[in-house]
């Protein structure tokens, strides 16, 4: 059964930094596409940030290009967002999200909720002005 396990939120001010992590376990498959996504109260949950593992392809949400990096560690299964100048409005909980392909996703499935069967519980991500 594939679980996510994410790590790494808390509470900056803004224009600090923070990681996030998560670790997948449970599958087999050698190329999957993982994604970052938020949902602040009252707001619909949205992709931010996704990587297809096969190839490093990746895709940013306009909202966070020039400021927050996913990458990923393949020898442990865990994917990063690096989240820095941090603003306030990207207060929300942020969500890992896993599926699996055999070639790179479109850019709307990469980042779009319906693209993933799998997802982790959440970390939250406060960023006070």
């Known amino acids: 059964q594939v679980q996510l396990v994410e790590s790494g939120g808390g509470s900056v001010q803004a224009g600090g930094s923070l990681r996030l992590s998560c670790a997948a376990y449970g599958y087999t498959y050698s190329t999957t596409y993982m994604g970052w996504f938020r949902q602040a109260p009252g707001k619909e949950r949205e992709g931010v940030a996704a990587i297809y593992t096969g190839s490093g392809t990746l895709y940013y949400a306009d909202s966070v290009k020039g400021r927050f990096t996913i990458s990923q560690d393949n020898a442990k299964n865990t994917v990063y967002l690096q989240m820095n100048s941090l603003k306030p409005e990207d207060t929300a909980m942020y969500y890992c999200?896993?599926?699996?392909?055999?070639?790179?996703?479109?850019?709307?499935?990469?980042?779009?909720?319906?693209?993933?069967?799998?997802w982790g519980q959440g970390t939250q991500v406060t960023v006070s002005s």
């Open positions: 999200a896993a599926d699996f392909r055999s070639s790179p996703p479109s850019a709307i499935r990469a980042l779009g909720v319906l693209g993933y069967d799998y």
